[in-house]
């Protein structure tokens, strides 16, 4: 929840800074670039977080039949997903770059 | 050119840059530890308190570090180190990071030893400890969040 709220929230006030301030225009480079950054990491990150959703399930589940100590391959194996990790990677590296982008506003 | 780009040189743009990403992993670290001590608050379960406690201490205190020496780093570029007319929001800035480095150590050792002191317990309870570093990281991050307006918005 917080992360979506965070996610929406600066393309939000991103958007309204950009119309907002004179020196700025949405179509600037940087702010295109950082629009499209947004949407990478959003995306990666929301594809990343899926198998660790259903870990959550999986761990509620076991939990629920009284299973919660004992351990878990499967749980082990979601928890350490490949594909999840990967994707929450490049979520992470899109959110630098677009750190990046904002304090050295390229083409400015 | 954009006007702003022009107020700042370019080469405050590197210390600048570490500054917000401690400021942010820092923020992050602080989030994920308040969530965790939170949700472990009534000490049924040890791995949120540990969580709590982990995130403290190899996410937020790093990255206080990050935060803390390249705000001083971009202070100095701009002049402000030493400087007696300091603004409103570096004030702000400083008094937040020092009192809350030294509230988020505390939080640190509280939070450790009463993980530690959980683990032995059989079943698990809660930890005064634990508890305590709880409600000192929240207004830690509350303080931050602070900051955060303060560096963003630069009152005067």
Known sequence: MLVIVGTLSTLVFGIWLAIERDEYKVWDGWIIAALVLWAIAAETGRRGGVPYMEARKLAERLAAEGRAEEPSPELRAKLKDRNGMILNGLSSLAVLLLLIDMIYKPGA | ?156
């Open chain 2, 1 to 156: 050119m954009s006007v702003l780009a022009a107020i700042r040189p370019d080469d405050w743009n590197f210390a600048l840059l570490l500054h917000v990403l401690g400021a942010m992993l820092l923020v992050g670290g602080l989030t994920g530890a308040v969530t965790a001590l939170w949700l472990g608050w009534r000490g049924d379960s040890r791995t949120l308190p540990r969580l709590g406690f982990k995130s403290l201490l190899f996410v937020a205190f790093p990255a206080w570090w990050l935060m803390r020496i390249a705000g001083q780093w971009i202070a100095s570029k701009e002049g402000f180190d030493g400087s007696d007319e300091e603004p409103a929001w570096l004030g702000i800035g400083y008094i937040t990071a020092e009192a809350g480095g030294l509230l988020i150590l505390i939080s640190i050792l509280l939070t450790g030893l009463g993980v530690r002191r959980m683990r032995r317990a059989e079943p698990p309870s809660a930890s005064v400890m634990v508890r305590i570093g709880t409600v000192l990281v929240t207004i830690v991050l509350a303080a931050y969040l602070v900051a955060v307006w303060a560096m963003s918005a630069k009152p005067d």
